[in-house]
Structures are given as C-alpha cells and as structure tokens.
C-alpha cells in the first residue's frame, strides 16, 4: 500500500520535474494515437459502406428496346433465355426482372420532387435482369460473359461504379496508419529518451534506494508509470482530438445532402466506445513496453 | 558472520586483479579495520559483500547468505540487513534529515507506523534529536555522517560496512563519529571499516586486516597502523 503511493508520487514528480519533455512526449503520443484512431474509423466506415452497398448491389443485364418494350414479365423468348442461363451460372445467387415500368416507378420514387424527373421518359429506361453474385467480386466474369448477347443492351456491373469510394476510402485509411506509424516511433523515441534522462536526473536517489535493499518495485516502477500516465494522456488528447474532429471536420464534410446517403455517418458512439478504448490500451501497452526495455537497455538496476 | 573464501577480483578493464586469492572471517560483533594504500583493493571488497559486484573467482558469505550466487531478486533483501556509509555521506539534498533516514525505512516498504517510531529513535542514537527538519546543506560534516549512519541503521543491520567514513572529517569530528561508530558495534553490529587514518587505528586498537596490492598482507587481531612499514 506504502509501496504504491510511493512509486505514483515519484512518477508524478518526474512528470513535472521535466514539464516540457512530458508535453512534448504526451502530444506527440496523442498525434500518433489520433492517426491510429483515424485509421481506425476509417476502416469502420468502408466496412459499413461496403456492407450498405454490397447488399444492394447487382450485375444489371439491360435488356434492348425491342425486348424493353414488349415484356412485362420475362416471358419473351429472349428474356427467358437469359434469364434461364443466369440462373444455371455457378456465379449467380438470384436473378430478379425488372420491367420498363417498374423502373420508372422507381425512379419517380428516388427522384420525388427533383427537375430530372422531367427529362426522364419511361420509353428510355431499359428493362433490366438485376443479377446477384454469390462473390459480389466476381461481376466482371458476367459483364465479359453477356456484353453484346443479341436483347442485350449493356451489362453494368454497379460495384465497379462505386469502387473508386472505396479506393477513396482505403487510401485515408492508408494514410492515417502510415503517419500513425511514423508518429509512434516518434513517440517511442521520446519516451525513452525522457525516462533515460528522468533516470539520470534521479540517479542519486536511485543509487541509494539500491544500497539500502530498494526492490526493482521501488527502483523502476515509477519511471514505468512516468511512461503509462503518457501513453493515456496521449490516448485522451487523441481521443478529444477525434471527437472535434468528428465534430468539425467529418460531419460537415459528409453532411451534404448527396454524400449523406452514399456513406454511413461517423457516429459518436464509434469515437468513444470503439475507437478511444482501444486507443487507451494501446496508448498504455506501447509506453509500457518502450519503458520496459529502455530500463532493461539502459538503466542498471 | 562474514566470510571470503579465496576471493579474486579481476576488473575486465585492468590487468591486475583488485583482489588476489583473499581469505578472511569475520565474526559477529567484531569490529574490523581494513586497511592499505590506495588502489590495494579496500572498496572492492566492501562492494563484493555488498553484491555490488561479483568475484572472478571464491566465494562470499555473509550470514546465511551465498553472495556471489544470489539471485538478483533476493539482493535486496541483503542489502536491507547490510547497513553502508561512505566518505561523502550520499544524502538527499532535497530532503530534511528526518526524510533522509525515513527514506531507507520507505523505499524498503516499512509502515508508517515503523516509519514514524524508528526514524527520532535513529536520530537520537547517532545524537542529531531535535535536529530532523533542517536539511542536509545546513548541516556540519560530522552532522551529515550521523545522517548517514542513523540511515544505515534504520534497517536493523547485521553488519555496518564504512567505506573511510572519516575521509572528509577534521581529527575531533573523527574522534566523535569513532566513539558513535565503537558504541554501535558495542551493541552488537558487526562493523567493517576501510581507512587511511593511522591515528584512529592506532587509538582503537581493534582488529586490522591490510591489503597489499590485493592481497591480504596482514591480520592482527588487535592492530595498528604501520606495523609492517
Ligand atoms: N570499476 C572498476 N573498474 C576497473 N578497475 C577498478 C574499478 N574499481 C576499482 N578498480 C581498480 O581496482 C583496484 C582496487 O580499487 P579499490 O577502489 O578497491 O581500492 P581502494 O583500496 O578502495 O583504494 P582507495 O584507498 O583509493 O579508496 C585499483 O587498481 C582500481 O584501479
Ligand atoms: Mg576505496
């Protein structure tokens, strides 16, 4: 009990003993743990964006005006004909038809209210087989497959429409653990330094805790705790970074009225629940560990 | 109560051994001079016992322990019953004189009950009571060396090992931390003493054990200084 208040008072004074080194060792921490979190939503919101389109996306086989135009059901020779290879594809989970009518009506749904609707006949909306894939990857294989099929129009496959936001997406993601990366050993380095500097600083002190039968506990415990206090400061300043953030930069930015829909919102709930949990544990474990080994390395105990 | 067992000491960075093949007992309660010229190995030995450096080759006993085969968890647990004082007293500068002697009590996990009792007991043996609040700056040469024996007693040693604890002292501030050291080893504690001062030697009349070049020279039992040169 002694033995603990006695390490965390020592920790705490090397803290403030050398108040610009902690700063600088804490900020440059949070900096690192901020990008690690970043990268971390970011990953969080391509797989819910994925998860949100790759639900709804297909292989759409346009069908050509004759056939567009005449079949209201998949009953001309053509459509039945397409619609029965599909089927037995090995790469097709379901097929579904789609009239000239029934996409109209859609698109009057989508479109309520916007001067498009205007411009928009349903004699140039195609009839289409919306085609599912049991591997939503593997759309190119239809597209080469049905292009240029007589009754067939154009085949589009919609992931490959949407996959320029996910390289979007991914490239952030990229970033934010590239300079997350950079700034940890920033931030490590750092660390270490300021605990060998703390440990000459106490080096008196410290000689003599060893003459008189001081335990490692008493030794080096406080210089690990120096390190932990900043790995979790760190952690909070970068989740408080995180948060504004949030606040200020993510929300505006995908607050427009066209991208709210095409991307999930970056949700509180994911800062401080999902992201900024981790942050502090990690935050923690790397100052612990950077801390073990420079007093293994570095100081004798 | 202490015991090498031919002891060598070979530094890796020098050529001749800081100590050569030394045997020597000590038993409990004695008070033992160790003496020799600059260099002859005087603090290697102190610092063997210690177990703040290990022999090239021998063995160390202190009590029940094996020293040189300690594991390195258990070597605070030695140094707590080995009390240690040194020529330029090693106190904390940013700490009273009471905080001083509380520190070996605290960092070696002692309640503060303990804390509390032992620390004006301490001061009171080495004759510094009343004196617990100032600080160590404030204080005379002989002053600080109470500090620092009152420190190195709060554990309850078994042995006091004084590397030349005079070695900053005027002849009668010597006088009186002889008479302090003499009084505790008076009450049981072993007491190991290296020293250049052939008049404290000389008055004490105690066993002298001298060192030659790292060798053991010389053991008489009630010694003094210059007997061989
Ligand atoms: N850490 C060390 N590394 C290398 N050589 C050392 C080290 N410490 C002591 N020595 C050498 O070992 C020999 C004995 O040194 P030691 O300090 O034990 O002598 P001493 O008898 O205490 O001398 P003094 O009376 O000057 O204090 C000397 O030759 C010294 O140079
Ligand atoms: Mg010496």
């Known amino acids: 009990m002694n033995g603990l208040a006695f390490v965390w008072r020592e920790a705490l004074a090397g803290l403030r003993r050398n108040v ?282 | 109560m202490l015991r090498l067992e031919h002891v060598t000491k070979l530094y890796p960075t020098s050529v001749r051994p800081a100590l050569d093949d030394v045997s020597m007992d000590v038993d409990r309660g004695e008070f033992v001079f160790l003496i020799g010229p600059s260099g002859s190995g005087k603090s290697t030995l102190l610092r063997l016992l210690l177990r703040e450096e290990s022999p090239s080759s021998g063995n160390v006993f202190v009590a029940n322990w094996n020293v040189a085969r300690l594991p390195n968890r258990k070597v605070p647990k030695l140094r707590q019953r080995m009390g240690c004082v040194f020529q330029d007293f090693r106190l904390l500068g940013d700490r009273t004189v009471a905080e001083n002697v509380a520190f070996a009590l605290e960092v070696t996990g002692k309640s503060d009950h303990t804390i509390r009792t032992v620390v004006p007991e301490m001061l009171e043996l080495v004759g510094l009571d009343g004196k617990g609040e100032r600080m160590p700056a404030e204080l005379s040469g002989g002053e600080a060396q109470r500090v620092a024996i009152a420190r190195a007693l709060a554990n309850r040693p078994l042995v006091l090992l004084a590397d030349e604890p005079t070695g900053n002292l005027d002849p009668e501030t010597s006088d009186d931390i002889m008479l302090l050291l003499d009084r505790i080893n008076r009450t049981g504690t072993t007491v190991v003493m290296a020293t250049h001062d052939r008049q404290i030697v000389d008055a004490m009349r105690r066993r002298v054990v001298e060192l030659h070049l790292g060798k053991l020279a010389r053991d008489d039992a009630r010694g003094v200084y210059g007997a061989t040169r």
């Open chain 1, 20 to 301: 610009t080194m902690s700063i600088a060792m804490m900020l440059t921490t949070a900096i690192s743990l901020g990008m690690l979190g970043a990268g971390l939503l970011a990953v969080r919101t391509i797989d819910r964006t994925q998860d949100l389109y790759y639900s709804q996306l297909a292989v759409q086989v346009a069908l050509d005006e004759p056939t567009s135009a005449g079949d209201q059901d998949c009953t001309s020779p053509t459509c039945t004909g397409l619609r029965g290879e599909l089927t037995a594809d090995p790469l097709v989970a379901a097929v579904s038809y789609e009239s000239r009518d029934q996409a109209y009506q859609r698109f009057l749904r989508i479109y309520a209210g916007q001067s498009i609707l205007q411009l928009v006949r349903p004699q140039s909306l195609p009839a289409t087989l919306r085609v599912t894939l049991k591997d939503p990857t593997r759309g190119d294989a239809i597209v080469s497959e049905y292009s240029g099929r007589p009754g067939v129009r154009n085949v589009v496959d919609q992931r490959a429409l949407v996959q320029d936001l996910f390289t979007f997406l991914g490239s952030v993601r990229n970033a934010a653990f590239g300079l997350a990366g950079i700034q940890a050993l920033a931030a490590l380095l750092l660390i270490s330094n300021t605990i060998q500097v703390s440990a000459f600083t106490r080096r008196t002190e410290v000689g003599i805790m060893r003459l008189v039968g001081a335990t490692r506990w008493y030794t080096q415990v406080p210089f690990l705790i120096e390190a932990v206090i900043t790995g979790v400061v760190g952690a909070l300043l970068a989740t408080g970074g995180l948060v504004l953030g949030k606040l200020f930069f993510i929300d505006r930015l995908l607050g427009g009225r066209l991208i709210s829909n095409a991307i999930p919102a970056v949700g509180m709930s994911d800062v401080l629940l999902f992201v900024a949990p981790l942050l502090v544990v990690v935050g923690a474990a790397i100052a612990t560990a950077t801390g073990y080994v420079t007093l293994r390395l570095y100081v004798r105990n």
